[in-house]
């Protein structure tokens, strides 16, 4: 499935939910789109259709590591769904560092609502994108060290 080269998919890979993102290489910016639930593996319904409308040239999944950088149990199935991602949708699937990105999407979401630019109550999704948002952001940050 070809894309625009300049659009990105980001995704929070989590148990319960994944937050996606979408950003643009020239300018160097994401937004968080939206928050996609799954109990039995990802919603290929939801991600098919996120993909078909954005037509990204390839996907950025956040790697959860441990704080100490070493791997976990999540970061193994992050993996399978980056294989996955690949798989379905014939795009490059890249890896992003996403250590404390959930702190720093949280941290976005409160201060946002304490400046009034976000009126309404902290849903349990709001952070899975916000999250996807900070992840996509630093592979845009990190640039040519990604290629």
């Known amino acids: 499935m070809a894309g625009n080269a300049d659009v990105l998919l980001g995704?929070?890979?989590g148990t319960r939910r994944i937050g996606v993102a979408v950003g643009n290489a020239i300018t160097g910016r994401a937004q968080a789109l939206t928050t996609l639930h799954h109990d039995d593996g990802p919603d290929w319904t939801g991600l098919t259709r996120i993909v078909a409308?954005?037509?990204p040239g390839a996907?950025?999944?956040?790697l959860p590591l441990a704080a100490d950088g070493?791997?976990?149990v999540m970061t193994d199935n992050a993996r399978d769904f980056m294989a996955q991602l690949g798989a379905h949708f014939d795009?490059?699937?890249h890896a992003m560092d996403e250590r404390f990105s959930t702190i720093e999407a949280m941290e976005r979401l409160r201060t946002a609502?304490?400046?009034g630019t976000r009126k309404k109550r902290l849903a349990k999704g709001d952070s899975d994108a916000m999250a996807a948002?900070?992840?996509l952001e630093g592979w845009l940050e990190a640039g040519?060290?990604?290629?």
């Open 113 to 115: 609502r304490a400046a």
């Open 70 to 72: 070493s791997t976990q």
């Open 11 to 13: 995704f929070d890979f």
């Open 59 to 62: 996907l950025v999944v956040g």
């Open 133 to 135: 948002q900070v992840i």
């Open 144 to 147: 040519e060290a990604n290629a």
């Open 53 to 55: 409308e954005w037509r």
């Open 91 to 93: 795009l490059p699937v």
